[in-house]
DNA sequence: AGTATCTCCTGCGTGC
DNA sequence: TGCACGCAGGAGATAC
């Protein structure tokens, strides 16, 4: 499931295969993802340079245009959802299968692949002339920047209801934290999960954006988690599920204190935790 | 405004 | 073996 540690991964692994690479073909085999891949995306990417690689929350931005002038046109927009992947391919690239939505290939002979079997994802176009973009435009801080810090979040966080780790997954508040990293990061801090935000105190919070910090910055070291369905650029998987020490763990024994972990729904989605260590 | 619920999709594991 | 079912999940849309 890609968090931001995949789609950082996804980033370092295709950036040095297609910088300063030209475009020849953008080959749309299903455009139905999230929202339709744009029809005219094809023709507007065609012939374009790639400027830069870039990711912004758990989106990778591909910025395109003329190399001679150094003019961006636009941006492509990837979203992995939850289940897609990119490939980096060269040499003998063998006929797509099932699930492998797009290529864009480039004058270097460099395919890159997407995959994303259950089409949560998304390829879509920013024009350079826009000035806005309802998805990119209202994005929380990253959470391993400077900006990301105790007083913003502490100052975030008051009087709210919400659970802290409902409220550590709110794209308002903090981008990139998904499922996996924000159970992990709760264990960490030693957060019960299911507290209020606005309860937790600040000395908590200290800890909490410091484990937050760490546990993503290990994952990117690890390239990434790996369970089911993400690969990188690569295709090999990430190496960080060896490091989860309570996501996908209920029943067993936790690491600190050797009582089993707990498995709880909040806000339609699994949350892990061990209820002796988290307060 | 804040919060909770619904929704998109497919593959896989489970139980009968 | 086959089927129905539930679950997984990012995050925008919708409904309170």
Redesign the pocket.
């Known amino acids: 499931?890609?968090?931001l540690p995949e789609v950082e991964t996804t980033k370092a692994g295709i950036a040095p295969h297609i910088q300063d690479q030209s475009i020849t073909k953008l080959l749309v085999r299903e455009s139905?993802l999230?929202w339709p891949i744009p029809d005219e995306l094809p023709r507007l990417a065609k012939n374009q340079t790639v400027l830069n690689v870039r990711r912004r929350?758990?989106y990778l931005l591909i910025d395109i245009g003329s190399a001679k002038t150094n003019t961006i046109k636009g941006t492509i927009i990837i979203?992995l959802?939850?289940?897609g992947s990119l490939r980096v391919l060269k040499d003998d690239i063998p006929a797509a299968i099932?699930?492998e939505h797009f290529d864009i290939c480039f004058s270097n002979g460099v395919v890159l692949r997407y995959t994303d079997?259950?089409?949560?994802g998304a390829c879509l176009w920013q024009d350079a002339k826009e000035t806005e973009n309802?998805?990119l435009d209202h994005l929380a801080p990253e959470p391993l920047s400077d900006e990301f810090n105790l007083e913003y979040l502490f100052a975030k966080s008051r009087k709210?209801?919400?659970a802290i780790k409902?409220f550590i997954m709110d794209?308002k508040f903090v981008v990139g934290v998904?499922?996996?990293y924000a159970s992990e990061s709760l264990f960490l801090s030693g957060i019960n999960p299911q507290k209020a935000a606005g309860k937790v105190t600040k000395a908590k919070f200290e800890v909490l954006i410091k484990c937050i910090k760490e546990v993503l910055a290990k994952a990117i070291k690890d390239g990434g988690t790996t369970l089911?369905d993400f690969t990188g650029s690569d295709g090999k998987p990430g190496y960080f599920a060896q490091q989860l020490r309570v996501y996908g763990r209920a029943g067993e024994p936790c690491l600190t204190c050797k009582k089993p972990i707990k498995q709880i729904?909040q806000?339609?989605?699994?949350t892990f935790y061990c209820p002796t260590c988290q307060k």
């Open positions: 499931m890609p968090e139905k999230r929350a758990k979203h959802g939850m289940s099932k699930h079997p259950r089409k949560f309802k998805l709210r209801q919400a409902t794209q998904g499922n996996i089911k729904t806000g339609q989605r699994s």
